[in-house]
């Protein structure tokens, strides 16, 4: 994806108020990202290790939701679980069930979408084998080209769901 800046980020947020998309801790070291690489910005916010992020293009624009790590109790720590976005399978708690507030007024009235993703939300790297998982189970046919494209429709039919009944859900 293109290098976006913190301001742009921040005025991203489409599923949180302003403020909270004020308060948000961002990336340390943005312009030192390996953007090249990336297919959305996704991270776990430093300072608030149960909300993360994901800034993806979408529609010749920029959006960003907002996330928070579900409590999954009964998943057992030596389960493997794959990731929805990008199909990697981690061990423990690599993958971990987070939710998205809907947008709009569904969002307000406590409305989420839930989905399984890469604990750090670093599906780009994982996909390009540029970050390792411990255990490797799967056995993919697939070229980098098409788990990247997978990955992105992935996140894509996401992002619907988050935006599903709002009028922008059919921009
Ligand atoms: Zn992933």
């Known amino acids: ?29 943005l312009s030192d990202l390996p953007w ?5 910005l996704g991270w776990r916010d430093p300072g608030a290790p149960e909300r993360g992020y994901i800034v993806a293009e979408r ?3 920029v959006v960003g939701v907002t996330l928070r790590l579900a409590q999954d109790v ?13 199909l990697t399978t981690h061990s423990g708690t690599g993958v971990a069930l987070f939710t998205a507030p809907r947008v709009g007024a569904a969002g307000r009235q406590g409305n989420t ?7 750090d939300l670093a599906c780009s ?4 084998g540029k970050k ?5 189970t799967t056995f993919e046919t697939l070229t980098v080209e098409e788990r ?24």
């Open 148 to 171: 990247v494209v997978r990955a992105v429709v992935n996140l894509s039919a996401f992002l619907d769901k988050v935006f599903e009944g709002t009028p922008s859900a059919a921009n």
């Open 36 to 40: 090249d690489d990336l297919d959305f």
């Open 74 to 86: 009964r998943r057992s720590i030596t389960k493997s679980t794959v990731c929805s976005i990008c």
């Open 132 to 136: 390792r998982v411990d255990l490797e």
């Open 1 to 29: 994806m293109q290098p976006i800046s913190d301001k742009e980020i921040r005025g991203s947020f489409v599923n949180c108020s302003k403020g909270d998309a004020r308060r948000a801790n961002l990336p340390k070291g």
């Open 59 to 61: 529609n010749g624009g």
């Open 113 to 119: 979408v839930g989905t399984y993703i890469c604990a």
């Open 125 to 128: 790297l994982y996909v390009r």
